[in-house]
């Protein structure tokens, strides 16, 4: 069974709705991808530990310039890792895969505006 990426499908329908502003078409897009590092984790759950392994996480960033005063971007960021149960038993632990494989999609979205600069006041 193949899994759905909703991080992908938000980026495509940011990419979609974009062409479709005549104004966004003709500004300043910038593409980023990036490929980086990420520490894992441990937390205290009942009986045990839960641990998510270190991992390579990797995106892209998409930011656009609508006009002098305001900007969009989109972020996609995909990290596949590991996770291990470390179970406490009386006198020992015993560690458990799990039997999936685990991974973390983030898809953000959002924009800034800044005030336009009025120099008449200054």
Known sequence: MQRFDHG?????????????????????????PFV???FGGEV???????????DVNYGLILDVT????????ASY???DTRLVFDE??????RSM???CSTGRSVACT???????????SA
């Open 8 to 32: 992908a499908a938000v980026l495509a329908a940011f990419f979609i709705l974009l062409g479709g502003v005549p104004e966004a078409r003709a500004q300043k897009v910038e593409i980023t």
């Open 36 to 38: 980086g590092y990420q």
């Open 44 to 54: 205290a759950v009942r009986n045990g530990n839960l641990r998510i392994s270190d």
């Open 66 to 73: 609508v006009n002098r005063t305001g900007q969009v971007e």
């Open 77 to 79: 960021t995909r990290q």
């Open 88 to 93: 406490f038993r009386v006198g020992s632990v």
């Open 97 to 99: 895969t799990s039997p």
């Open 110 to 120: 959002g924009s800034t505006r800044r005030p336009p600069c009025d120099r008449s």
